[in-house]
Each structure stands twice: as C-alpha cells, then as structure tokens.
T-cell receptor, first 114, second 114 residues
Framework: GENVEQHPSTLSVQEGDSAVIKCTYSDSASNYFPWYKQELGKRPQLIIDIRSNVGEKKDQRIAVTLNKTAKHFSLHITETQPEDSAVYFCAASNSGGGADGLTFGKGTHLIIQP | ETGVTQTPRHLVMGMTNKKSLKCEQHLGHNAMYWYKQSAKKPLELMFVYSLEERVENNSVPSRFSPECPNSSHLFLHLHTLQPEDSALYLC?????????????FGDGTRLSIL
C-alpha cells in the first residue's frame, strides 16, 4: 500500500516569512495529492490539492509543487500570518480509490511567531 | 461549513458500554468514510462506504461496527472498547469513491474510554 512521509513535524516561522512543508510518497500510481489544515479542536479542511498532470498549483499565498519522478510534493505558504498557525496534513491517493482511500502524513504543526 | 455533521462531539464511556457515533452529510455525496485520529499518528482510515455498500477493510477490530443505512448517514457502533481506542473519530464524505476526489470532514467525536 501507499506510505506517506511528512517533514518537519513542527515548524516555527516568524510572521511574514515563508513556510515549506514536504512530503514523499511510495506508490508511483498515486495521482492525487491534497493538503488539509486542521486548527485546534476543528475539522481538517482542504486548502489546496494537485493532480499528477500538473507540476505546480497556486492559490493566493498558498502553492503546492509536485515532482513525480522523485515522488515528493511540497506546500509553500508565503507572507505567513497568525491565522496560518495549525496542523497541516498531506495525503496521497490514486484515482482507483477503493478501500485504500487517502493515505495521510503524520502532520506538521506550524507555529507563526508574532 | 455544515456539510458534514457528527454527533456527539464528546463521548466518555466505560469499556463495557455500547454506544454509537453518528455522521450525516448534506453534500449529495456517494462515498463516506470513518477515520481515527490519535495524537502523533497519521489519520487512520477505518471504513469506506460507496453508495451504501461497504468496501472491505479487514484491519479494524470487530468491536467497531459501521452501518450505512443510506447515502447521507453513517454510524459507528462501539462495544467493549479498550483504552487505546480513545481518540478523535472523524467522518468524511466525497462525491464518489474514486481516489482523486476531495474529502470533506466533520468536526469529529472526541472519544474517551475509561
């Protein structure tokens, strides 16, 4: 089955700086890579996703890059703000779906220092 | 966002009790999922339902029993649980079971086993 590794487990950055979270996956058949943000006591919320037919996707301050050859993808947050503080999860799946569903990384606790 | 609603939000039960978790989605989705979220571990997929049919998943102990009476409702019946079952249980839904569909999560049920 798929295995997703996520690093770092904790990331502290100064407000206004950029944050980068990296994930690797093992199954070359995976072709869908979502990122979720989970604030304390709240549900995971999809913030951006990318499919394997593109290498980069951007939405305002958030961008995701995908390197299929190396089997890794990254989340980039620019001009970080206090409300960006949360736990971020990457995930991977293939379009076949089924019983495997999404395989998640362990999460990164992003702390924005004022 | 109230697309996926879970009740109760918190549950404390003894190891010999029987209780049920409820999930309801108002998004018109055809696939629903149960996940377990424990501290410092990735989200663990427990069960997958597609059009009310369970997709086989044999890695979950039988003390967890899912039920999907229709495409909008999903239950997780609990009996004789163990202390290690204390966790946040998240329900999610997606348009269909194909792996490249975004999943929408509920707020979860925080379960504590005494």
């Amino acid at each position: 089955g798929e295995n997703v590794e996520q690093h770092p487990s904790t990331l502290s950055v100064q407000e206004g700086d950029s944050a980068v979270i990296k994930c690797t996956y093992s199954d070359s058949a995976s072709n869908y890579f979502p990122w979720y943000k989970q604030e304390l006591g709240k549900r995971p919320q999809l913030i951006i996703d990318i499919r394997s037919n593109v290498g980069e996707k951007k939405d305002q301050r958030i961008a995701v890059t995908l390197n299929k050859t190396a089997k890794h993808f990254s989340l980039h947050i620019t001009e970080t703000q206090p409300e960006d503080s949360a736990v971020y999860f990457c995930a991977a799946s293939n379009s076949g779906g089924g019983a495997d569903g999404l395989t998640f990384g362990k999460g990164t606790h992003l702390i924005i220092q004022p | 966002e109230t697309g996926v609603t879970q009740t109760p939000r918190h549950l404390v039960m003894g190891m010999t009790n029987k209780k049920s978790l409820k999930c309801e989605q108002h998004l018109g989705h055809n696939a629903m999922y149960w996940y377990k979220q424990s501290a410092k571990k990735p989200l663990e997929l427990m069960f997958v339902y597609s059009l009310e049919e369970r997709v086989e998943n044999n890695s979950v102990p039988s003390r967890f029993s899912p039920e999907c009476p229709n495409s909008s409702h999903l239950f997780l019946h609990l009996h004789t649980l163990q202390p290690e079952d204390s966790a946040l249980y998240l329900c999610a839904s997606s348009q269909d079971i194909m792996g490249d569909q975004p999943q929408h999560f509920g707020d979860g049920t925080r379960l504590s086993i005494l």
